[in-house]
């Protein structure tokens, strides 16, 4: 079992930066691939970032690309997500999650956070 709790959320002007946190409770968190997904409204929840057990390996989802970087810290169970360039079509509640193995789906996760909101002016 593991426990996620997002932040860094807010509204932010497009072009601004934000940087979301996700903390997770439990001494395991060096065993799960992390991700982060976001629910536009009225929209399906899409993958945005993941990262591997041991960080070796990050992937993006084609729409953040050059402007998102996930990491992790280990010392501080926590995995952030560093928002850069931000546009208004980023609007969305952002999740994190966790699972044994790094994937896309959300619907493969078995640990999701509350979700934090992130909105973008333009």
């Known amino acids: 079992q593991v426990q996620l709790v997002e932040s860094g959320g807010g509204l932010v002007q497009a072009g601004g930066s934000l940087r979301l946190s996700c903390v997770a409770s439990?001494?395991?968190?060096?065993?799960?691939?992390m991700g982060w997904f976001r629910q536009p409204p009225g929209k399906e929840r899409e993958f945005v970032a993941a990262?591997?057990?041991?960080?070796?390996?990050?992937y993006y989802g084609d729409s953040v690309k050059g402007r998102f970087t996930t990491s992790r810290d280990y010392a501080k169970n926590t995995v952030y997500l560093q928002m850069n360039s931000l546009k208004p079509e980023d609007t969305a509640i952002y999740y994190c999650?966790?699972?044994?193995?790094?994937?896309?789906?959300?619907?493969?996760?078995?640990?999701w956070g509350q979700g934090t909101q992130v909105t973008v002016s333009s």
């Open positions: 999650a966790a699972d044994s193995s790094l994937k896309t789906d959300p619907y493969a996760y078995a640990y």
């Open positions: 439990g001494r395991t968190f060096s065993r799960y691939a």
């Open positions: 990262i591997s057990w041991n960080s070796g390996f990050t």
